[in-house]
């Protein structure tokens, strides 16, 4: 039986064909700019994935990135005049995932609160293009290249949860195993340090190590996620080998977030945890 293809944000609205063209337009406004992705992301507060994934279609450019990017590529007001359909087709859009994966999608969505704990590899709301990619090309069964792109495509549109506003009040603790583990290679894995540090500097985002030398540990059980859909209870998220569980009963999420609390307290404080992350990427 064949895997189920996950769309692209737009797909089954019929919006995708603009987020392309989009993409391309800026594309070559940013070369006729003479600019690298890189430069031009700095000036518009983007990082280079994000704006690869603007210039692919695959990301849909937020108003304000438009209207930031009309003035640096001095496009005139070309950009700006794109933004009311933009926001129409944002209105139209959803982000599809596998069948088993959108309940959990849409609240993470809507989430006011989101807090992560991860045990073996990066969370994917953190992950760059290049780190989901080889993430999704070493899956065992193996997925077909289309897939692969989709799956990467479909991960990098939940990241627009940190442009959101008002946002999310969004917490990690990461084992310092997922720091060393170099997915993809040296390069892609620094790329994914730096990552860290960006979304690190986010006013609404705190994330936290756990060392690996600590002699104790109040959660063994695997990696979770706890949220808090806007008007609703908190509940908890967690997956193994593929099967997904949607906690809702309050004794079980009450005491995943025990758990969560107490990591929080052991774990190193956020400003120590960045100094941990910037010394691994030294050391790269």
Same mark, same amino acid.
């Given at each position: *039986?064949? +895997?189920?293809?996950?769309?692209? @944000?737009?797909?089954? %609205?019929?919006?995708? +064909?603009?987020?392309?063209? =989009?993409?391309? *337009?800026?594309? =070559?406004l940013r070369e006729r700019a003479g600019l690298l992705q890189k430069e031009f992301g700095q000036l518009v507060g983007y990082g280079t994935d994000q704006v690869s994934a603007v210039e692919r279609g695959v990301r849909t450019p937020r108003p304000e990135f438009l209207s930031r990017a009309d003035e640096v590529l001095d496009a005139?007001? =070309?950009? !700006? #005049? &794109?933004?009311?359909? &933009? +926001?129409? #087709? *944002?209105?139209?859009? !959803?982000?599809? $995932?596998?069948?088993?994966? /959108?309940s959990y999608a849409g609240l993470e969505a809507e989430a006011v609160e989101l807090h992560f704990y991860a045990s073996?590899?990066? @969370?994917?709301?953190?992950?760059?293009?290049? $780190? #989901? /990619?080889? &993430?999704?090309?070493? /899956?065992?069964p193996f997925l077909a290249e289309e897939t692969i792109e989709q799956r990467v495509a479909d991960r990098l549109a939940r990241q627009q949860i940190f442009e959101r506003w008002p946002p999310p009040s969004v917490s990690y603790v990461l084992e310092e195993v997922v720091l060393d583990r170099p997915i993809g290679g040296r390069l &892609? $894995?620094?790329?994914q340090l730096r990552?860290? =540090? %960006?979304?690190? %500097?986010?006013r609404n985002v705190e994330i936290q190590v756990m060392p690996t030398s600590l002699e104790e540990h109040p959660n063994l059980g695997g990696a979770f996620n706890l949220l808090t859909p806007r008007k609703h209870p908190q509940v908890a998220y967690t997956e193994a080998q593929g099967h997904p569980r949607l906690i809702?009963?309050? +004794?079980?999420? /009450?005491k995943i977030a025990d758990r969560y609390g107490i990591m929080r307290a052991i774990a190193l404080a956020p400003v120590e945890s960045r100094v941990l992350i910037e010394k691994k990427l030294e050391g790269r």
């Open positions: *039986m064949s +895997e189920r293809r996950p769309e692209t @944000p737009g797909e089954v %609205e019929g919006t995708t +064909e603009l987020f392309v063209a =989009l993409g391309k *337009m800026i594309k =070559l005139g007001g =070309l950009l !700006r #005049a &794109v933004i009311p359909e &933009v +926001e129409r #087709a *944002m209105a139209k859009t !959803r982000t599809r $995932h596998p069948e088993w994966y /959108r073996n590899g990066v @969370p994917g709301l953190l992950q760059t293009e290049q $780190h #989901a /990619r080889s &993430v999704f090309a070493k /899956r065992r &892609v $894995h620094a790329d990552r860290l =540090l %960006e979304i690190g %500097e986010l809702t009963d309050s +004794e079980e999420v /009450r």
